[in-house]
């Protein structure tokens, strides 16, 4: 699986391009899947925001992409379907566009789904997280962005071996502040990346790069 991990969305060329060369083809010719799951599980997220991003009107771009065709795949319905109807929809899928809400709820359905354990057969597909839909890929999330009340800690899926810090855009910018972020990072025992909504992070063949027309930095960095 090739991993887009953005803070707000393909919000400039940069990443623009970076989506496009991870995909192999034009966006018009990708078929998509939208995972609106993290949004339940985090209490400031209401109905009206989880149609605005399955419908591409919300303020932060991803399913407003001019995808070929834009399906929902929800992980909590997943159990209760046949894993031989739903697996071959994720197959045939080009991208998977992740939306934020609450990293540890989405971990939670990702396992409980299934979707968890048939990630690393996904070789072609790309994984476009939002927000927490990106830092659902990691070790851990910190503290601090544990929302859902019935979390046990805050475990992620540990696909990448960083840690992500989103929306740190700092000063007159909402978001996150950078005092904020190295609280956050001094707490955990992974490299971690702290980045503003200008920013994201592709992931390929364990090869990481960053892709920004912003401003980012690495905490806990290897000596």
């Known amino acids: 699986m090739k991993l887009l991990l953005t803070s707000a969305g393909v919000t400039n060329p940069s990443i623009h391009r970076a989506l496009t060369d991870l995909l192999g083809q034009p966006i018009a010719d ?3 899947l939208c995972i609106p799951t993290a949004q339940y599980g985090h209490p400031m997220v209401d109905p009206t925001m989880t149609w605005q991003f399955i419908s591409g009107t919300s303020s932060l771009p991803l399913c407003d992409l001019g995808w070929k ?9 997943l159990p209760s379907i046949d894993r031989d109807r739903w697996v071959p929809w994720v197959r045939e899928a080009d991208v998977l566009l992740v939306a934020g809400g609450d990293a540890t709820y989405l971990s939670h359905w990702a396992r409980q789904s299934g979707l ?4 690393p057969s996904l070789d072609g597909t790309v994984w476009v ?5 990106s ?10 962005f544990v929302a859902w009340p019935s979390a ?3 475990e992620a899926l540990g696909v990448v071996d960083f840690c992500l810090c989103p929306h740190v855009n700092g000063e007159g910018r909402a978001g996150n502040t950078m005092a904020e972020a190295e609280r956050w990072a001094a707490a955990l025992p992974h490299p971690a990346y702290v980045i503003d909504d200008d920013t994201a992070i592709t992931v390929v063949d364990g090869t ?13 960095a290897p000596s």
């Open 69 to 77: 065709s834009v399906g929902v795949l929800e992980l909590t319905a």
């Open 152 to 154: 046990a800690g805050d």
């Open 116 to 119: 968890a354990e048939l990630l």
């Open 129 to 133: 997280g939002l927000s927490a839909g």
């Open 208 to 220: 990481v790069e960053v892709v920004s027309e912003g401003r980012w930095t690495v905490l806990n």
């Open 30 to 32: 990708s078929t998509a």
């Open 135 to 144: 830092m659902a890929l990691t070790p851990r999330v910190g503290a601090e």
